[in-house]
């Protein structure tokens, strides 16, 4: 009786295991759908209002570029600063706006990469002739047909492979993948430096449009000062917003990771763990060649990485990583 009780007992808590796991399976089935039309909705709002963010990101760095040369500059000539330090500061601050810019129209414009169309005929009469054995088939992308190289992914905003593909982002409206990323990189580096400057040399600006007019040392206009407190806070934000992103960004170039490969080592890290085993990043090749593999062979103290325009590119083509296995070897 007892038995029979506990038998019942069991089958009861078994069911009670079953029945959530197989409602959670039904409900994934049934949402499954409606996620996809989520996912394709998101895409193509990406595609449509990438060039609005293009154009937000470009009237944001107009605007302080504004302020500084038309507002910060004759305050600081007004307030006694002498002509060779002005000059000095309005070249620094020429010369970082103009790496702005010129890295973040190669980011926006340059295409990331694509791989090149799948060889299916060739590999096919190769493998024919070899019965079959001939070498591991290649990966080809089931949604653009294209040849997909190692660390190549579909961008689904894009719709097509992207070489090394790091990430979507519509404040470029691109993809960033192997050709772009370091002037993306760039890009980020010499905004969050831009910032820096503005917010540095424009503190004591600030703090004028801070107190009462009557109590200001120097006279301003109502729109100076609605100018200099906005460019001024904007700068600071973006610094703050650069300095989370970039650092993120320069931890993935020293290790020779993308966004989307730090997602997978670190779920691979998980695994591995649980199994007792050690995962590693097959294409970490220590800091010195993971750097020259985004910015080319170019010395890190050299500084020379910082000017794309002079220096060297990087070597590979985009299509194949040393692992630490061919160093090994
Ligand atoms: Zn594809
Ligand atoms: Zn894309």
């Known amino acids: 009786m007892g038995f029979g ?7 009861e808590s078994g069911f ?30 990406l595609r449509v209002i990438g060039p609005l963010f293009v154009l937000l990101a470009l009237t944001l760095i107009c605007f302080v570029m504004y302020t500084f040369f038309t507002v910060l500059i ?8 002498a002509s060779i330090q002005l000059l000095l500061e309005m070249a620094l601050g020429c010369f970082l706006l103009v790496n702005i810019f010129y890295n973040y129209a190669m980011a926006t414009c340059l295409s990331p990469g694509e791989p090149p169309d799948f060889p299916g005929e060739v590999l096919e009469s190769k493998d024919a002739e070899l019965g079959g054995d001939y070498a591991p088939a290649p990966k080809q992308c089931h949604k653009c047909l294209k040849l997909k190289p190692p660390r190549a992914h579909h961008c689904s905003v894009c719709k097509r492979c992207v070489l090394k593909m790091d990430h979507h982002c519509p404040w470029i409206n691109n993809c960033v993948g192997f050709n772009n990323y370091r002037y993306f990189c760039l890009f980020m580096l010499f905004l969050a430096m831009g910032c820096l400057y503005y917010a540095f040399l424009g503190y004591s600006l600030f703090l004028q449009t801070m107190v009462p007019a009557r109590k200001r040392t120097v006279r301003l206009k109502f ?14 934000c973006i610094f703050c917003a650069l300095c989370l992103l970039g650092g993120f960004h320069m931890y993935l170039v020293l290790t020779n990771q993308t966004t989307i490969e730090f ?29 020259q593999q985004v910015f080319g062979p170019n010395r890190f103290l050299g500084f020379l990485w910082l000017l794309p325009y002079v220096a060297r ?3 590979s083509s ?12």
């Open 5 to 11: 009780a506990s038998g019942s007992a069991t089958k």
């Open 16 to 45: 009670l295991c079953i029945r959530p796991r197989r409602l959670a399976r039904q409900c994934l089935r049934c949402f499954a759908p409606c996620c996809n039309l989520a996912l394709d909705c998101v895409d193509v709002a």
């Open 74 to 81: 004759p305050y600081r000539a007004d307030s006694g600063t």
């Open 223 to 236: 729109e100076d000062v609605q100018c200099v407190t906005l460019s001024w806070l904007i700068s600071v």
């Open 263 to 291: 997602h997978l080592n670190m779920a691979g890290r998980q695994i591995a763990r649980k199994r007792g085993e050690v995962h590693r990043n097959p294409y970490d090749l220590g800091m010195s060649r993971n750097f």
């Open 313 to 315: 590119r990087p070597t």
């Open 318 to 329: 985009g299509l194949e990583y040393p692992t630490v296995s061919d160093f090994r070897a």
